[in-house]
Structure formats: C-alpha cells, structure tokens
C-alpha cells in the first residue's frame, strides 16, 4: 500500500489527458484497420484493449510509452504467461517448480523464469527511467512513480513499494481489460441493445463529439453501470483466497444452506477460497436475474436477506462498492487487500470506452462462435473477443460532421505497409528491377500481422490422427535425406520438431522441382502452379478443414501453430526461379538475392519456431536485429555451398560466383570450366586464391553478422544455430586446407571436428548468457531509436 498516496484526485485529473490520449491511439488504429478493409474491420477486442490499458499504466505510472496499440509488446505475453503459471501452481499437487534446477529441467519453469526476469528487468528499467526523468520539463506531468519518490520521499529499493508497483504492472493492465471486454461483450448482445443505446447516447448527449474530461465523467452514470456489471458477472479475479492469521469465528451468511450452526470457526493458518462468481451470480442475493446483464440493478434497493444487509444506493460511493452491498459485491476486493487503484482502473476504462463509443459500431464477428471464457488469476476469453467494428453513421454523427465538428480522420500510420502475399508473379519475380530483398522491417510487421490472423483459429479434433501420421511422414522424409538437418532438429523441442520437418519437406518439394531427377522438365508454369498450391495451404480456414494430401496439412497446422509467414514461401519459389533461367550472376546484388531467396528464406520460416527471446527483443529494432541475423545466417550458408561447390556447378555449366570478381581478378570464365575437369590446373595460381580468399572474406562477414544475432533467438535453441554456424562456417577454413582446391575436390567437415565444434558452441552459448544479462543491466534491450 506504499502507492496510495499517489492515487489522489488530483494525479487522476493530471492523468485524465493521458488517458484519453492512449483511448485516442487505440481508435485511429481501429480507424486504419477499417480504411486498409472496406467498411468495417475484424479485429480482436480483447487484445486491443489489453494493449491499449499496458500504454496507459506505463505513461501515467512510469512515464514510459510502451506503444503496444501499434506494436506487440512482449511483455503482455509475459505477463498472461506468469497469471497462467500462478493458477497452474495453485492447482498443482507436487511442487515440482522447488526441485533444485527445475528452470533447466522443466521447460514450463525455464519460460517462467525468462518471464520473470523480463518483468523484474522492464520494472528496474522503468525505475531507472522516472529517477533520471527532469521533472523541471515545462507542462510535464509527474508520473505516480516520480510523485511518490520526489515528493513522499519513498524509497525504491523496498519490498513493499516494489511489490505495488509489479501489482500495478501486472495485474493493472490485465484487469481492465477483462472489464473492458466482458462489457463490450455483454452490449454487443442483441438482448442488450437498450443498453448499449442508452450509454452511447448518453456519451453523445455529455460530450457533443468532444473529448472527455476528468469532470466529464462524473456525467456518465450509465456507462459506469455497465462496467460494474460487468465486473459484477465477471469478477476479477473469480476467486479469493485468503489466510486466517489469528483464528475467527463468523456468522453463517444466507447462502450458506447446509450449516445448521449460527456461526463459522477458521483456525489459525487455514486458508479460506472465496468464489466471487457464485456470491456475485447468487439468485438468492440478487435476484432471478442474477445471471443477466442489467446495469439497472444498482439503482435500486435490494432487500436484506437473513444476516445479509441486503444493497442500498445510497451507501456507494463512487461507484456501487462492497459496503453498499454488504460484502456481495466486491468488484475490487475488500478490507486491507482491496485494490487501491480502483477509482484509477474504473477511470481508464472509461475513457477507452467513451472513445470508442463515441466513433464506431460494435458487432461479434460473423465468423465467430460462442465466445467461451477460461478462468484462473483472471476470466479471459479462450479465444478472444473477435469483433466486427466500423465507423459510425447515425444521425448524431453525421450533424457533427456537417457542423464541422467530430473526429478528424487519423494521419496516415508511420507503419511500413507490405502486402501478406506477393502480387507479382513468378515469371515477374525474375527481372532485373524486382530482385530485391525484404527489410527486416517489412518481415517484423508481417510476423505481427500473421499472429493476428492465425491467434483464434483452432483445428478439429478429428484431424488430430491425420495430422500424427503426416508429421510422421515428414519426419521420415527428413531422417532420409538430411541427416545433419534431422539430428539438428533433435535438439528442438517435440512440436518445434514436427514444424521444422514440415518444412524441410516443402523446402525439398520445391528444391526438386529444379534439381530433382525430373527437372529438365519443370517450366516456369510449373512453378506458378506450385505456388498456387502453397497460397491455397496458407488458406487455413479452408486448408485446416482437412486435406487428402499430407504434406498440406502438415504445412498448414505448422503455420497455425507458429504463425509462419507468406513471404519467405513465395520468395524461395522465385529463388527456383532464378536457378531455372540464370547460370551467372553478373553482381553480388544478384547472388545475393538468389542467396536469400534459395536459403535465407529458410532463416525467415524457422525464425518463429526458434523463437525470439522476449527481453533481447523487447523493442521493434531489436527484433529486426535478430530477423536480420537469421537472414545473414541463410547468406552465408548459401555463400558457403557456392564457394565449396564451385567445381561441382562448373561441370554441370553453372558459375554462381559473381562474374564482376572474377573479372576484378582477371580470371575468365572459362579457366573456371576447364579447371572444374582438369586436376591442377587455376587452384594453385596466386589470383585464384587472392579471389577465393576475397569471397570467403565477405562470406565470414555475414557470418560475423549472424552469430551477433543468436542471443536474439531463445536460449534454448541457441546452441542448434550455434552449432549449425560453427560446423558449416568451418568449411571454408577446410578449402583452405585443400590448398583452394574447390575445383576438383570437395571440402567437408570430419565428424570428429564436427564434435569438437559442437563443444565451441556450447561453450559460446555460455558466454551469450552473459552477454544477455549484461545487455539487460545496462538497459540496452530497452533503447528505441529516436523518430524523426
């Protein structure tokens, strides 16, 4: 209870502006996410608003913008993942999570373990920020955090003041948003479309298309209502739990029907378990329609019941609380352990709300079923609240419109547009002016996008047999003709695994396609179809219904489970391409785009199934920095193949090294041919080796750029890519050894020093732990660079 002192009236009315601020961001969002549709937008309610509520406590406590309307902050996940772990714990029977290394043997304990640290680390951050702050910046406003540490003199180092301000962190945001979506859902319904009508016009009515004050709000009676009751029918949490300290006795309550004594004894150190859902859900307190949305039922007198006092209007406060209904509703607790920022949870919701309300229609998405709830530390939906939003055209807003008041329409979003899918074709693909790479940026916006899309899609459980026996299926194809991918695959974890050989196998379909034993016969139209094909499977509505062939679906339960994205798909069809009309390169532009196209697209597709660590890629640019990494990694792999094949590539009549190298080093063409045939001959001359150390040079550049990137990835599959890099990488050290003799022979790693190797990267991976933590203790992860 160190922070209330903060929560007076007058830092509300400061954060007031802040509020509605954030409420302003998350309805231009909604607004270009119905311009980029036709008239209106499927969007997830439910996620919106639990980014939406995560700005404004990190603006209003902290004074730091986590942006999470427009990008996806890890730390919501963290947080929903620690909730999760707190009701697993309390319903589990063995302890498991105190055995001695449990983080390392468990691998539900060592995501634990990475949460908590992101929430420690963003906390201890946020701290830092707000002690450096100048509070002297003219029309600043001094954040809760800054007000209790400059002005009551708190110390920041306690255990109490730390553990508020995690409370407000964690459970601030994630609270309010479960009002904010249990509200919306309930006045979507079209039972209580009165309802709905009533507060938007009430809103219309206060407000007159301007946006709301602090004393606006003490206005809007009914729009509160329904967030009670909501909260009412929807308790968060669901269950309390308390413990006896010193023993008590109690009067038996009217619902409890089987006492046949006037009173409970609690013994020291029992624990008592509170259903707030049945106390707040009792027909016998509230009524027949306890278990139906009236907002209307705090306005009116219930009578006592027993030794229930019965609720009564006039004893609420600010809003209907547990003593105006003697303890039946406690819509934010009770006693010393009440939430102490109630009045600031009820004040955020309503300026989302009003913001909303006040610019668009509601609807529950056409697709959607019934929305199902999962309960624990809070009650969520189990697969969010899909909702159909558009803008608003009633009178009211088209006479505000007229009088040239309302909403201006939002500026246009700084977000880099890129389409899901290619809209050239294959055959495009191949000119001159479209061999170009995707940025980092435009990949990290379409890994977010695609989690949208694939987040609420389920698959049906009669599929379940089917899709055992085609992983099964893609696991063989894999053992067979990649060995050291499949026992690289060993490292992962079972669902990771089965995602990989899906897709190794689509990679090794397409591959065949131009370097199959029926390749000669693949035309460009070929692979236009196959890229029909692959689109279609993207296509999970309709792929996931089930599917004769299992290598579709195989591929199409791996981009639900992982959201994988498009792009890397359709770019390696036209790395295909590439291999079906050209045999040289004239640039390193050239061969890089190829490089990409054929492997690091490989690096893209997997890159969600390794997984982004959450705090080394806390902001956008840090997840670009592992994209780019994983990309590098694929180009230098591919430089690798090339450079110790070039012999190999020559006796089939393909030079894939730049031309414009060879000619820098005065070596033709066909000195490459005839040397590839001739036992001797160019390898052992002064400019070959100049040239090849020339190309192996850039190759270990890209090389460098990856290994920089692993600590990017989770730290559980770190050791795989590492050991992926170290092997491959040391091929071209392997030339060397052969005198640079790539033309005849062919370079390979011996599985003794594959081994050893292996033992660098572990020992590697040791060090990027460090490298971690330090990254974390000097606020690196933190950094955003600055917009211009």
Known sequence: RAIVPGLHKKFLQDMTSVMVDCAAALADDLERSISASTKSAEVNMEEKFTSASLDIIGKAIFDYDFGSVERESPLIQAVYNLLREAERRAQSVIPYWNLPGA??????????????????AVLDELIKGAMQDDQQQEGKKTSLLQYLVLTKGEDVTTRQLRDDLMTLLIAGHETTAAMLTWTLHELMKPENKAFLEEVQQEVDTVLQGRSPTFNDFA?????????????????????????????????????????????????????????????QRSEDLWGKDANKFNPHRFKEKIPGKGAWAGYDPEKAATYPNERASDFAFLPFGAGPRKCVGDNFAL??????????????????????????????????????????????????TKELSSAGKGWKAPAPSNKPTMEKKLIQSVAQRITPEALTVPTPRELRMLFSAQKEDVRNLSIKADLFDSLESAFKKCQ??????????????????????????????????????VDGPEAANTTMEDLEEWERKTLSIFNLKDSLKGSNDWEDLALAESIRKFSLIQRPFQDMIGGMAMDLVKERYATFQELEVYCYRV???????????????????????????????????????????????????????????????LHRFNITEDEVLKASTTVGMLHTEQKWRDFMEFQMDRCEREYVKAQEGIVGLSEVNRLGVMAALFVYGDILDRVRENNYDNLSRRAYVPFADKMLLMGKAWMKCQHLKEVAEERVKSGKIFARKQKH
Not at 646 to 659: C, K, N, Q, T
């Open 103 to 120: 983080p390392s043997l468990f691998r539900d304990q060592k995501d634990h373990s990475e949460n908590l640290m992101l929430i420690n």
């Open 219 to 279: 206005n809007l009676p009914s729009l509160r209502l329904c967030l009670l009751e909501a909260l009412r029918l929807y308790p968060e949490p669901p269950l309390l739990i308390r413990r006896c300290v010193e023993g008590d006795e109690v009067t038996v309550g009217p619902l409890c029907n089987d006492v046949k004594t006037e009173t409970v004894t609690f013994l020291p150190g029992q624990d008592i378990f509170i259903s707030m859902w049945s106390l």
């Open 347 to 396: 004040l955020e919701a309503e300026a989302l709300m009003v913001c909303l309300l006040q610019r668009f229609q509601f609807e529950k998405s056409e697709d959607a079923g019934d929305v199902e709830m999962t309960t624990g530390a809070t009650i969520h939906t189990a697969g969010g609240l899909m909702t159909k939003i558009s803008k608003r055209t009633d009178d009211f």
């Open 476 to 513: 063989d194809v894999t053992k067979e003709h990649s060995k050291t991918f499949y026992l690289g695959s060993q490292l992962l974890e079972p669902n990771e695994q089965r995602v990989v050989w899906a897709i190794y196998n689509w990679c090794r379909s397409t591959d065949e396609l």
């Open 599 to 661: 492997a690091g697209t490989v690096g893209v597709m997997t890159l969600p199934v390794l997984g982004f660590d959450s705090l080394q890629n806390f902001t956008e640019e840090l997840q670009e920095e592992t994209i780019s990494a994983a990309m590098s990694l694929g180009v230098a792999f591919q430089l690798t193949n090339i450079l110790r094949d070039i012999g190999e590539d020559a006796r089939r009549g393909r030079i894939y090294v730049p031309l414009e190298d």
